[in-house]
């Protein structure tokens, strides 16, 4: 059964730290490219980063550049976003991609960043 896992979500302060995981099981996690998305409250789902199946090319949204950090470990069948100065904006459900011939996706990790 093909499984995207996502955890590390939870409450923290504007100007936080989070980390945020997403282990995958049941396919060949390291031939496909990986992403993290997004989705606000009363807002469309938005691609926050994404990367290449071995690692060497990563992509960012504007909005999140120079704060957010996405990196994998395929040996561990895991991808990761490292989430810093985060701000209230930030606030949403993160959605874990995986896309090749077939995509899938996780169920999903609230970030809230609130005072």
């Known amino acids: 059964q093909v499984q995207l896992v996502e955890s590390g979500g939870g409450l923290v302060q504007p100007g936080g730290s989070l980390r945020l995981s997403c282990a995958g099981s049941g396919f060949t996690f390291s031939t496909y490219a990986m992403s993290w998305y997004r989705q606000a409250p009363g807002k469309e789902r938005e691609l926050v980063a994404g990367i290449s199946s071995v690692g060497g090319i990563r992509n960012y949204a504007d909005s999140v550049k120079g704060r957010f950090t996405i990196s994998r470990d395929n040996a561990k069948n895991t991808v990761y976003l490292q989430m810093n100065s985060l701000k209230p904006e930030d606030t949403a459900v993160y959605y874990c991609?995986?896309?090749?011939?077939?995509?899938?996706w996780g169920q999903g990790t609230q970030v809230t960043v609130s005072s």
């Open positions: 991609k995986a896309r090749r011939s077939t995509d899938y």
